[in-house]
């Protein structure tokens, strides 16, 4: 299924490259246990794209994740994210970039029980060092629709809102790439919808390089491009 990418705002794109991985190889284990998580996968997703990943457990999906947000070095291949080659970087510079460039999204939104939902911007804000170049935490809360809901913790959210948030947290620095692992896991179908609609706005409207893990066939009318992953390879 492919999309045409949407018009995306000028804020954005001009100055950014999305994310480029190529001929990327990861290797697992050692000796006879060896497994190939990835096989020499080459991707490009453009600023304002938003892709979805397909696959069986086990595929690769999470390792393809892992190289691209730079928490994995892969044994071979490169990875390029915003014009940036991070695949050689030293772990410090590694750290930096996903601070300050990548947001992630995770099943269950992985918020901080203790904060509230301003404060868990705010403090992704802080971590990043980004605070003057970052979005506006309560502005981003309100587009998200959780502006009414900025003072509620974790326990006070349905599953829904706490996701809108790890949404709003993981785009409060304005990356240049997001990455969202199975965001509508704990989901009704109606939330799920409302989910991938915002996450597909925010990536158009920001120009935001998207790359989203999903099982779910049912929010992929919402996505620009869909690619399938089986044995660490990547197919159309």
């Keep these: 299924m492919t999309h045409p990418t949407q018009q995306v705002s000028s804020t954005s794109t001009a100055t950014r490259a999305g994310l480029e991985i190529d001929g990327v190889t990861l290797t697992l284990g050692d000796g006879d246990s060896t497994v190939t998580a990835l096989d020499h996968v080459h991707l490009t997703v453009a600023p304002g794209e938003l892709l979805a990943v397909l696959g069986p457990s086990g595929a690769g999906k999470s390792s393809l994740l892992a190289v691209a947000g730079a928490l994995t070095r892969p044994t071979s291949g490169s990875v390029r994210i915003d014009g940036t080659d991070v695949s050689a970087m030293p772990s410090a510079g590694q750290a930096a970039l996903r601070r300050e460039r990548i947001g992630f999204v995770f099943q269950s939104g992985n918020l901080l029980p203790a904060l509230t939902a301003l404060d868990q911007l705010r403090f992704a804000l802080h971590v990043?060092?980004?605070?003057?170049?970052?979005?506006?935490?309560?502005?981003?809360?309100?587009?998200?629709?959780?502006?009414?809901?900025?003072?509620?913790?974790?326990?006070e959210l349905s599953g829904g809102e706490r996701q809108r948030v790890g949404i709003a947290r993981?785009?409060?620095?304005?990356?240049?790439?997001?990455?969202?692992?199975?965001?509508?896991?704990?989901?009704?179908?109606?939330r799920s919808h409302e989910v991938v609609?915002?996450?597909?706005?925010?990536?158009?409207?920001?120009?935001?390089?998207?790359?989203?893990?999903?099982?779910?066939?049912?929010?992929?009318?919402?996505?620009?491009?869909?690619?399938?992953?089986?044995?660490?390879?990547?197919?159309?």
């Design 170 to 190: 993981a785009l409060v620095t304005a990356p240049a790439l997001l990455l969202v692992d199975e965001p509508t896991a704990a989901l009704d179908r109606a």
């Design 128 to 155: 990043s060092g980004g605070k003057n170049r970052g979005r506006d935490p309560l502005t981003l809360l309100e587009q998200v629709g959780m502006g009414h809901k900025a003072d509620r913790r974790p326990h």
């Design 197 to 236: 609609r915002l996450l597909a706005a925010e990536t158009h409207d920001h120009g935001v390089a998207t790359v989203m893990v999903t099982h779910d066939h049912d929010v992929l009318e919402h996505c620009d491009r869909v690619v399938h992953m089986e044995d660490g390879r990547l197919s159309a």
